[in-house]
């Protein structure tokens, strides 16, 4: 199931972005549900007492308006994915502040909205993925969708979890780097350490900071090709639809 939040104060592209979901839905036998807010205000109220995967929201809107209203999101929900819908592209700068996953410009069409629903019913699916370790103890399951990044140390690999958890695993880098990096949500920034992009909230020259607070050392020879994937990953190959 795919929790979808809509806000915009337009009250015919609130109707028009209902009707593509249902749309969406008919056609690609998904299962979602949709709640529509006509104000920030409203969104955060309800915001508060339930949780939503993904929220179309309108950048411009009076009172509150939509990047005001991220920020607030941001700070108790770190994990929802926000596209921004608007008429210009002259916000997408200041989206980034609020790791925004998707910036679409009105109106909102079926060429435009689909292929962004497509990748993340893609990317639900491949939260569910594990990695199957042989061990000499017998077979262990990796959680990728979970797993925040990995670190080598000499002979042993520790994959850090979104709940603080650490798994240690005997073996080396190569090993295991081709089954990491053959998933685009996964990046090598350092020669001991590759990364879930999933998990990034902030990035510079020096390090990332995960949603969980650690630090992850970028070597200085990756970062700008670093910053370029990660900037892709978020952007959906920098695209504005």
Do not use: W
């Not at 795919?2 to 036998?29: F, H, M, P, T, W």
């Not at 510079?204 to 650690?214: F, L, Q, V």
């Amino acid at each position: 199931m795919l929790k979808i939040a809509i806000c915009d104060d337009d009250v015919q592209e609130l109707s028009r972005i209902s009707g593509l979901l249902n749309q969406y839905k008919s056609e690609k036998n998904a299962v979602l549900k949709y709640d529509a807010f006509g104000a920030a205000i409203e969104l955060l109220e309800s915001m508060r007492r339930q949780t939503y995967d993904v929220l179309l929201l309108d950048v411009l809107m009076p009172g509150m308006s939509g990047l005001a209203a991220a920020h607030e999101i941001r700070g108790f929900d770190p994990a929802i994915k926000i596209i921004f819908l608007t008429l210009s592209p002259e916000f997408a700068v200041e989206s980034y502040a609020v790791n925004a996953h998707y910036y679409l410009l009105k109106p909102a069409t079926t060429d435009k909205l689909f292929p962004v629903l497509d990748r993340i019913f893609l990317e639900k699916d491949r939260k569910s993925e594990y990695l199957n370790i042989l061990q000499s103890s017998g077979l262990l399951r990796l959680h990728l969708g979970r797993v925040e990044f990995v670190e080598v140390c000499a002979k042993r690999l520790m994959f850090y979890f979104d709940d603080g958890s650490v798994k240690e695993i005997r073996g080396s880098f190569s090993a295991f780097e081709d089954k990491l990096l053959c998933k685009d949500n996964f990046i090598k920034v350092h020669r001991s350490f590759i990364v879930n992009m999933e998990y990034i909230q902030s990035i510079n020259a020096r390090d990332i900071t995960t949603y969980t607070g650690k630090s992850i050392p970028i070597s200085r020879l990756m970062y700008n090709h670093v910053k370029e994937s990660y900037m892709q990953f978020l952007f959906l190959e920098k695209g504005v639809e």
